[in-house]
């Protein structure tokens, strides 16, 4: 699940657990607060959420490659949607 702050950055809350965003933090990849930047390459910073939810979303099973960023660092994870 996510959120969105006040300049309009969607950013990594909860997950359900045993998703892959759940797998993720268990494995100390994905932490609440993780800004989300781009889905399947195509930036989604400061996006409007049915932009953003649209490239989220997805057939059931099928992967997506999600890139965050916490401070400097950029995280890029392959999760199953």
Known sequence: MFGVDATGAVFFNTAVPGSSCGDA???QQLRTGDTL??????PVYRAPL???ASKL???S???AVVTFKRGEE???LELER
Do not use: C, M, Y
Request: net charge positive; no cysteine; hydrophobic share 50%.
């Open 50 to 52: 049915n932009v953003v």
């Open 37 to 42: 930047f781009a889905v399947d390459g195509a």
């Open 74 to 76: 950029t995280i890029v």
């Open 61 to 63: 099973g099928s992967r």
């Open 57 to 59: 979303l997805g057939a």
């Open 25 to 27: 933090v268990s494995r």
